[in-house]
């Protein structure tokens, strides 16, 4: 990978108005909803499947509630799944000469961030709801903590994330935006921003701060709002909280276009002409490289708290991506809406929960059909009384002497009989909609041999590799993020490296960015350069699982009997 770092003069672009900042957030409040279905599909899978409605329906008619959850196993198996086949990065010099002895010693230095950063913890979070709901987050930034790791890899909830939904490429390197929405603690947006402490400190419960940006104006002050806690924008959402004396932060990111010059050297590197570093101008004048002007895109950020500006500058990073890494898991044809393997599993869970109330309650349900005061107590005693399986009721002679008169109780068991065979089917419906098999879960299911259970789990497998595919794109994405941070982190500086060596190969140490002199032109130059070496950060995944390495053993083992005695 090549780090775009602009150079001290390059156009940055302009910072964000209020006015670009309103159509943002407008356009995202018209984006097609989904975030309610997927909060709704989450729930399911974290069993949370009656609703309050539906439980006061089913105590006013005496049915008990019933819930066999079927969906959270399900989604436990597959990121089960993730977690056995989880990999490590590799880097590989992409056809760089030389480039062997730098690929190794990032592959050190990647491995470190990626255990000290908690890089696998969050893709694993973000796993779960890319399976479940179609969509998961995960931040890949410096430590803000200056005595831990000096990188953060963290899952990011959906509902703090919103993107610009027209972009096509799936790590969005077309989207022309994408915010964050957190509140946080007053006293620690001060600490942030030191230097917007009057505009943070006036929203306080006396006088709740607020505006809005609508056609033809912009916010002139604080007091603009004096009379409302509301949001700016028309989708009324407070941005402060008196209960918890919080303010809503948008960390906003979006791109800028702009015309600029770039130089071509031979070897495909391309990196931004700057025309007052004395080596770009020796390169274009012995004809190493050539000029280009074209059109690229400048990552930027913001921070807005309404309609208030706190900070607004291009990126921190090197590379030309936002912070933010989507992981994917189907998405609608027509809308972009994502979605996950809960949709199509929730009308036969909501069919199962009702069919276990129902065949629950009609096993325990008791119907009478008797002649008025034919029983010798109050309606209300009798139906306690008849509810019970040692009920003794006492019929009152004289309305039973009469012309017609009867008392019979029945039940329903045939009808019981067909709720549970609509049970069964709720069951089947759900492993039908679902790639999870019996054998992926460790039940007992239809095979009848290992093989016939090994079929079935690999036909598993196939049905989840395209989630596996988008899983395995945003790890790669990750990962090239946390090398970016590495490569700027370690610059010019020489450093040196230990490579720990294993029983085949001996430990060796790697010099990186050494100073060195050409003896024949007596120019000095870097050996073993990270910033100019091109490298590729997860082209060659590592398995890393238990079940890996102990195949590996049995393979071993497997050649070392078959070896002669000598």
């Known amino acids: 990978m090549q780090l775009f770092k602009p150079h001290a003069g390059a156009d940055l672009g302009e910072p964000m108005t209020p006015r670009e900042f309103a159509d943002i957030i407008d356009e995202a409040i018209d984006q097609p909803p989904w975030r309610a279905a997927a909060d709704k599909e989450a729930d399911y899978v974290d069993g949370n499947q009656l609703d309050s409605s539906l439980l006061q329906r089913l105590k006013a008619i005496g049915i008990p509630p019933a819930k066999e959850n079927i969906i959270g196993p399900a989604i436990a198996a597959v990121c089960g799944y993730e977690a056995k086949t989880r990999t490590d990065w590799r880097i590989t010099p992409d056809g760089d000469p030389g480039g062997q002895d730098v690929a190794d010693a990032l592959n050190f230095r990647i491995n470190q961030a990626e255990r000290h950063s908690g890089a696998d913890t969050a893709m694993s979070a973000a796993f779960r709801p890319q399976v479940s709901v179609g969509i998961g987050w995960v931040e890949v930034a410096r430590s803000s903590d200056p005595f831990g790791s000096p990188h953060r890899c963290r899952a990011v909830h959906r509902n703090e994330i919103f993107w610009d939904m027209r972009a096509k490429e799936k790590d969005l390197s077309d989207a022309m935006w994408l915010f964050r929405e957190r509140f946080i603690k007053r006293s620690r947006a001060v600490a942030a921003f030191p230097d917007q402490r009057e505009i943070i400190t006036q929203a306080d419960s006396a006088s709740g701060i607020g505006g809005y940006v609508v056609e033809g104006g912009v916010s002139t002050g604080l007091q603009s709002g004096m009379d409302t806690d509301r949001a700016w924008t028309s989708r009324e959402q407070a941005w402060y909280r008196r209960e918890s004396d919080e303010v809503c932060i948008i960390e906003l990111w979006y791109r800028r276009w702009v015309n600029t010059i770039i130089m071509r050297l031979k070897g495909g590197r391309v990196v931004e002409f700057d025309a007052s570093n004395p080596k770009h101008q020796a390169a274009v004048a012995s004809g190493i490289g050539t000029l280009e002007r074209t059109t690229v895109a400048r990552v930027r950020r913001s921070y807005w708290m ?261």
């Open 306 to 566: 309404g309609p208030h500006c706190l900070h607004d500058g291009p990126t921190p990073y090197p590379h030309r991506h936002f912070p933010y890494v989507p992981f994917w898991g189907y998405v609608e044809d027509m809308t972009g809406i994502p979605f996950g393997l809960v949709r199509d599993m929730l009308f036969p869970q909501d069919n199962l929960n009702s069919t276990i109330a129902k065949l629950r309650w009609g096993m325990a349900a008791t119907r009478t059909e008797r002649t008025k005061g034919a029983v010798a107590m109050s309606d209300e005693q009798f139906r306690r009384q008849i509810a019970r399986p040692d009920a003794d009721v006492i019929l009152d002679p004289d309305a039973m002497a009469m012309p017609g008169a009867r008392f019979e109780v029945k039940r329903d068991f045939q009808l019981n009989s067909q709720q549970f065979q609509l049970m069964a089917d709720s069951r089947a419906a759900l492993e039908r909609v679902s790639p999870v098999t019996p054998a992926m879960q460790g039940r007992t299911g239809t095979a009848t041999s290992g093989v016939q259970e090994q079929t079935q789990l690999e036909q598993s497998q196939v049905t989840m590799a395209d989630l596996m595919d988008n899983f395995k794109d945003g790890r790669t994405q990750v990962g090239e993020l946390l090398m970016a941070l590495i490569i700027e982190d370690m610059g010019n500086e020489e450093q040196v490296i230990v490579i720990e060596g294993d029983t085949l190969n001996p430990p060796r140490t790697v010099v990186l960015n050494k100073p060195e002199v050409d003896p024949d032109t007596g120019i000095p130059y870097l050996s073993n350069d990270v910033q100019r070496t091109r490298i590729k950060v997860a082209l060659e995944d590592v398995p890393s699982s238990s079940s890996f390495r102990a195949q590996q053993l049995n393979a071993l083992s497997e050649a070392v009997k078959a070896a002669p005695p000598e």
